[in-house]
């Protein structure tokens, strides 16, 4: 089916976002981490033992080690589309590495790979985990459909992503026609996706974060140092002119909080589960029948 969403997110541009991120990524990261903590929280009440988990996305690997901490048993891998993050993780301890405890030995392996073309056998994961990836595809279903090839019968599928007031702030202080921020997905497309590509029970819930910050600057520079610039396909190019530059930072003004500057991030959080097959490859229905159990008496 063709998609609902234009593919106007520049995947290039992600990529070069986060390679020349990649080494300031830790220092800047703390709402990420902040979720990724919320998301774990959540696992307290979904009952899973998995053997292998994998966390797409997995950027420098914060939540490598938390994943192994909850499931010992379990082979954790991540996977990343930018093999500078993945290196970034693997690289010397840096001040913000001794910082964060869990994330000075990260021994899990690391895959680079995209999430619409995943490396890995079908069946062969029974948690996929993913922490703000979602938002980087211009069609979410790719990666769902193989998150769904990848897990295995019963197997957990938990993400978070960003919905549409993310940035609102931003995104309405500018009045040319270009983008200033991502296009963001709301929780209810999030949920008819999952049952597209397979996906049974699933489960969406959303918050919203406000970060504040002293001046504007320190917003962009963080959003630069995190590797979230904007990459949308039709975004400004060249410089943004001054007089276009001065409205948007006055516009932005007015919504201070406090004397400071809010940027709202609308938190998406689902997970969905793996079930038995309804249809063969063919699209035939599959009939499942229990024999009945004959009485020995």
């Not at 703390?30 to 009440?45: G, W, Y």
């Not at 930018?82 to 021994?107: D, F, K, N, Q, V």
């Not at 007015?254 to 609308?266: D, H, I, M, V």
């Amino acid at each position: 089916p063709s998609s609902p969403f234009p593919p106007m997110i520049d995947a290039r541009q992600v990529r070069r976002n986060f390679a020349r991120a990649a080494r300031t990524y830790d220092g800047v990261a703390v709402l990420q981490r902040e979720i990724a903590s919320r998301m774990l929280e959540r696992l307290d009440d979904i009952k899973v033992d998995p053997a292998r988990i994998l966390d797409i996305g997995c950027g420098t690997g914060a939540t490598l080690t938390p994943l192994s901490e909850r499931y010992p048993k379990a082979q954790v891998i991540g996977l990343d589309a930018s093999e500078a993050m993945l290196c970034a993780g693997r690289g010397p301890r840096s001040r913000w590495r001794w910082l964060m405890p869990r994330m000075r030995g990260i021994t899990a392996p690391l895959l680079a790979a995209d999430a619409g073309a995943l490396p890995l056998k079908a069946g062969s994961s029974h948690f996929v985990w993913s922490n703000l990836m979602l938002r980087w595809l211009a069609d979410p279903r790719t990666a769902l459909r193989e998150m769904h090839r990848v897990l295995a019968v019963d197997g957990l599928l938990m993400f978070s992503t960003f919905g549409p007031d993310t940035l609102k702030e931003l995104r309405y202080s500018f009045i040319d026609k270009h983008p200033h921020t991502l296009r963001f997905i709301d929780m209810h497309d999030y949920g008819d996706m999952l049952l597209e590509c397979g996906f049974e029970n699933p489960v969406m819930d959303v918050e919203t974060i406000t970060m504040t910050y002293d001046r504007l600057d320190d917003l962009f520079l963080e959003l630069r140092r995190n590797g979230a610039s904007c990459a949308m396909q039709d975004r400004q190019r060249g410089l943004t002119g001054r007089h276009a530059w001065q409205q948007a930072r006055e516009a932005y003004a007015t919504q201070r909080l406090e004397g400071r500057f809010p940027a709202s991030f609308e938190v998406v959080y689902g997970h969905a589960w793996k079930a038995l097959p309804k249809r063969t490859a063919e699209g035939d229905a599959i009939i499942n029948v229990i024999k009945p159990v004959k009485n020995k008496s």
